[in-house]
């Protein structure tokens, strides 16, 4: 089995600090795609995404950054945000927290964003602490396990849509390895949720 909600222990702390579903009551979705920006994924993301007129919310790695700043700044332009992912995808749990800090940081150069998604939700209590006071952590509500060798397409699609509800924080991945499940679900996953009655919002330190 595998878990599609975040552990039930980050979801007791304050939403201040760290977020797993906006608390609202219509009908609002907010769309994530986490570990690009790739050439091989990241364009048919924002695609899909100018063909439904939808915004959502891209947490960039760094240093994919760094190697594609074209893609980063049409993610920019195109309206959507942003928010730091780390500088190369590091597990808070192989690492100390002042190395995940200067992670997080060296990520920080390449662009600001006051959102912070912990590469595989997994960090400390150290961490967390340290990096709250610069950033509001996002978790999801959500986890389409597009990246799961075991989750097929079509369950990536079922995983979000049988989990949709107001707020829901879904996730996504413009990835080499999600790619073909998430270009499978995404526009499915879209179209029902418009048929629903929900509007898709962007991500702030706000909501
Ligand atoms: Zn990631």
Aim: aromatic letters at 14%; glycine letters at 6%; one cysteine or more.
């Amino acid at each position: 089995m595998y878990a599609i909600h975040p552990p039930w222990f980050y979801r007791v702390l304050s939403p201040k600090y760290l977020l797993c579903q906006v608390p609202v009551r219509n009908k609002v979705a907010y769309l994530t795609f986490d570990d690009g920006p790739v050439p091989e994924a990241t364009p048919m993301v924002l695609d899909i995404l100018v063909n439904f007129k939808i915004k959502a919310s891209f947490f960039c790695v760094g240093d994919n950054v760094r190697k594609h700043r074209d893609i980063f700044d049409r993610i920019m332009a195109d309206g959507h945000a942003v928010g730091n992912h780390s500088f190369n995808h590091l597990s808070g749990w192989k690492a100390s927290p002042g190395a995940y800090y200067n992670n997080v940081m060296a990520c920080r150069e390449y662009f600001d964003s006051k959102l912070f998604r912990p590469p595989h939700g997994r960090f400390t209590p150290g961490q967390y602490f340290v990096l709250r006071n610069d950033f509001r952590f996002v978790l999801w509500s959500v986890l389409t396990m597009d990246y799961h060798p075991a989750v097929s397409p079509e369950q990536c699609l079922l995983n979000a849509t049988e989990n949709l509800s107001p707020g829901a924080i879904i996730v996504f991945h413009d990835s080499i390895k999600s790619k073909e499940k998430m270009i499978y679900a995404l526009p499915g996953f879209i179209e029902y949720a418009l048929a629903r009655g929900y509007t898709f919002e962007v991500l702030s330190p706000e909501v």
